[in-house]
């Protein structure tokens, strides 16, 4: 898009508007005209010094993108929800024009919406700085900043005090598509509400009455809504976002989600013995390796897992299995009693891993697009619901899934499938687990998996600064005060328990319920009445939430492999003289997977080196050191900010990470935020990211499915590059204006319908052995700021992200706006509020 346009749009509506209620024009309303005046005012100022800021990173960002087909990095994100920011003002700004002599006119409430935008603008100001000084430091094209320390630890430190409420807010989710932005606004209230009541209650019924009579001041109040919010990602620990992420899981909700989801013939819960058994090598069929069962922190137990099938197989209602089935308080599948038709097993299976950041959901959660997919493929569908974080930390869940994945291979015929293909999917941290499983199944020497797709997937767990993890700050679904709780739980530093309550029998636990429900129905109606009614509720009172007080974090746990060495159960090595995978897989310096080559004590194997001394600190390094081209060195330095002279810790080290006369908003409270540099999550079946090279080698072919908007994008980004510099079969997909875990939104719009559909046929391309996958189906382009979708004629458009021609004159026109990821509207609405953004 022509960004000089788009900023002369911005000036042109800013000044006109502080013109006309700064002369005491009609309309004017004294203090809430004062407000809009500086509002704007101040949004030119941001703007002045954001115009060459964004000209320079749109003349470099494209250095870092996968290739020129695939245009996504963080830098181009950044930049994106900048001008989405802008774009949003404009329209917002026309609306004022339009409508400020009409006798409707709600001069305050359009003041706020301005203010809101106004500190949104100066938060992403301050974003845009950092990715300055991160463009300076990175080497070129590498997107991670490489140490936890300096600038990784600098960014930490400014997002534990920048203000973040204003994303909450009225603005909150303007950056996504429109079709999405009431979901997540439902989200949000949930989230606030829920919290308010968290701790107060022992059961669910009393955080539910109590969340459901206090949720509608967080719905008719943006502000409060935003404070709070905050508040929550800020100060809870993983053992609320554990709860809050759980409630999917509950009997109502998981029961309307299956009313609405496709009817499938096999549902079925599994709960495997942990029982050793062979497998025979990839390599050589006459040998075999044991796969002992998972026994990391919590010992030996059943793994468990789902079957979903659309169709009834050869198997699948086999006595052996039925043994297997657990109950989940009601029948298995009642479509098996109706004696339905047995189908010839699949020659496909797909294995998923769910996401839930290693700490929350199951299998059950993601059921409603498991369904679908198994009809849309036709295949069965295993998802394994492997052990969570804080309780059972790395690597408990990759031992569970490795353990799945072999327990599969070796009982196909049980599970409707013929045993030839098979592929692994996984979201978020499944797919973490679907790429650290294949690693796994590599350094075994058993047989590998004829693909992965991971969608959105963690593969780097460390606290590195990128561009595209400053969204954090903005992200409604994973903050990095959230993330870095999710990851420190997974790497064992979360304390496993949150503190103890008091116990109380069952006959007081009913009463004091009752009374609480009761006491919370009278109290949150009333709150909500008066809220409803009270036309000052911006000054109301903050909630009087008890504020939980996190425990003292335990030690970080010794390293497993010190329990490994000694345990019964620790994984076999593969025989050296065997299987020529022994020699170059699993490095030994692993501190916490040195159990893949522990000996059993009944073998009689003896363990080699599975990496070489020879293999030095480059075979495991990430980061893609090339010789740059000189002008591309210049380009660079034209944007890129060098880091302050001196890096003495003081009071004003903080106020130096960003230009003389600028400062961020601050927050009233810091961001409880520790780093703590643990060495599990640079084990490279933690962060695969991190792998050496000689393990990458031996992956199957791997699509990626991203979002453009994703804290994680540079994550896949990063993985996808090194991948192909290692000439591996890898593919990458970015998806435009949607969040991180559309998959569990699939239901919701027809956007994250089709983003859903994106990774079917990557699973389609696996099973059926084509060299690319079919392009996504085209549909229209996504209008930013109105509340609807709209397709403009003659232009091919698409939800994912590529090049659309440059339209210059259309910001001057004040009828479209387009960028060259998207299109966004900016026309002014009619005479109503109705459309508004962030309401």
Not at 148 to 162: A, I, K, N, T
Not at 397 to 405: G, T
Not at 521 to 543: E, K, T
Request: proline letters at 6%.
């Amino acid at each position: 898009m022509d960004t000089k346009a788009v900023f002369a749009a911005l000036y042109g509506v800013c000044e006109e508007n502080t013109t006309f209620f700064s002369g005491g024009g009609k309309g004017s309303q004294g203090d809430a005209a004062r407000r809009l005046v500086e509002a704007m005012s101040s949004i030119q100022e941001h703007a002045r010094s954001l115009e060459p800021v964004v000209s320079g990173f749109a003349a470099v960002y494209h250095h870092f993108d996968f290739d020129p087909h695939i245009p996504a990095n963080g830098y181009r994100s950044l930049v994106k929800v900048v001008r989405c920011c802008l774009l949003h003002i404009i329209h917002k700004g026309r609306y004022i024009t339009a409508n400020r002599r009409s006798i409707f006119f709600r001069l305050a409430h359009n003041a706020g919406e301005m203010e809101a935008y106004c500190n949104a603008l100066c938060q992403l100001r301050a974003l845009l700085y950092l990715a300055q000084r991160m463009l300076h430091d990175n080497s070129h094209g590498n997107l991670f900043f490489q140490d936890e320390s300096g600038l990784s630890e600098s960014f930490v430190r400014e997002y534990s005090s920048m203000h973040k409420g204003c994303f909450y807010g009225r603005c909150l989710g303007f950056q996504f598509t429109p079709a999405i932005r009431p979901s997540l606004q439902t989200i949000a209230i949930g989230l606030v509400a829920f919290g308010e009541n968290y701790k107060r209650h022992q059961s669910g019924i009393g955080v539910a009455a109590s969340s459901f009579f206090t949720s509608g001041k967080y719905a008719i109040d943006p502000e409060l809504r935003g404070a709070e919010f905050e508040r929550i990602t800020q100060n809870l620990d993983v053992h609320f976002w554990k709860a809050f992420w759980n409630i999917t899981e509950t009997e109502v909700l998981s029961s309307l989600a299956s009313m609405t989801s496709t009817t499938v013939k096999v549902n079925r819960a599994l709960s495997v013995p942990p029982v050793p058994f062979d497998l025979p090598l990839a390599a050589n069929h006459r040998a075999s390796v044991t796969i002992a069962p998972p026994s990391a922190h919590i010992g030996t137990a059943p793994v468990q897992m789902r079957l979903i099938s659309y169709d009834l197989r050869e198997g699948q209602d086999s006595e052996t299995l039925l043994s297997l089935c657990r109950s989940e308080g009601g029948a298995i599948s009642l479509s098996l009693g109706l004696k339905a038709k047995r189908l010839p097993s699949s020659p496909c299976l797909l294995l998923h891993f769910h996401g839930g950041g290693f700490v929350a959901q199951t299998s059950k959660s993601h059921e409603p697009y498991l369904k679908s997919w198994s009809q849309d493929l036709g295949v069965p569908i295993l998802s394994v619901d492997y052990s969570l974080a804080p309780e059972a930390p790395f690597p408990r869940a990759l031992e569970e899934c490795f353990y799945a994945y072999c327990w599969a291979l070796r009982n196909h015929h049980l599970l409707g499938w013929t045993g030839e293909k098979i592929c692994l999917a996984g979201d978020s941290a499944g797919g973490n687990l679907s790429l650290t499983t294949s690693m796994r199944a590599a350094a075994f020497g058993v047989r590998m998996p004829d693909g992965i797709v991971a969608a959105y997937p963690a593969t780097l767990l460390t606290a590195y600064a990128s561009p595209s993890r400053l969204l954090t700050l903005m992200d409604p679904l994973l903050p990095l005060s959230v993330l870095s709780r999710c990851l420190s739980a997974y790497a064992g530093n979360e304390p496993q328990t949150e503190k103890q309550v008091e116990k109380v029998s069952t006959l007081s636990l009913v009463r004091r319920d009752t009374a609480l429900l009761l006491r919370d129905f009278r109290q949150g109606a009333s709150n909500w009445i008066h809220s409803f009614l009270d036309s000052s509720r911006a000054s109301s009172s903050p909630s009087e939430a008890a504020e939980a007080t996190p425990g003292a974090t335990d030690a970080m746990r010794k390293s497993v492999s010190e329990a490994a060495f000694s345990s019964p159960h620790a994984d076999p090595p593969v025989a050296a003289e065997v299987s020529e995978f022994a020699t170059r897989k699993l490095s030994v310096k692993s501190q916490t997977c040195q159990d893949l080559g522990a000996h059993n004590s009944k073998s009689t194997f003896q363990i080699a080196p599975l990496i070489s001394e020879e293999d030095t600190t480059e075979d495991v390094n990430f980061f893609l050191c090339k010789d740059p081209d000189p002008s591309v060195l210049s380009d660079l330095s034209l944007v890129a900010i060098p880091p302050p002279a001196g890096e003495e810790v003081s009071e004003s080290a903080v106020s130096r990470e960003f230009p003389r006369g600028f400062e961020p908003l601050r927050s009233e409270q810091l961001a409880e935020m520790r780093m703590q540099s643990s060495p599990v999550v640079k084990d490279p079946f933690c962060s695969p990211l991190l792998a050496p090279d000689s393990l990458l080698k031996g992956l199957p072919p791997v699509h990626i499915v991203a979002c453009a908007l994703d804290p994680m994008l540079d994550d896949s980004v990063m993985f996808a590059k090194r991948l192909r510099t290692l000439d591996q079969p890898v593919t990458l997909c970015v998806v435009d204006d949607l969040p991180h875990g559309f998959l569990s939104l699939s239901q919701l719009s027809r956007e994250t319908r089709e983003a859903a559909n994106v990774c079917v046929e990557r699973i389609r391309a696996v099973f059926t052995q084509e060299d690319t996958p079919p392009e996504p189906r085209k549909h229209r382009k996504l209008e930013r700021t109105d509340g609807g979708l709209s397709a403009f004629p003659g232009e091919a458009a698409s939800l994912f992200i590529g090049p659309v021609e440059e339209e210059e004159d259309a910001v001057g026109r004040g009828v479209k706006v387009i960028d060259e990821e998207d299109l966004v509207t900016v026309a002014a609405q009619s005479n109503t509020d109705a459309g508004e953004i962030g309401a």
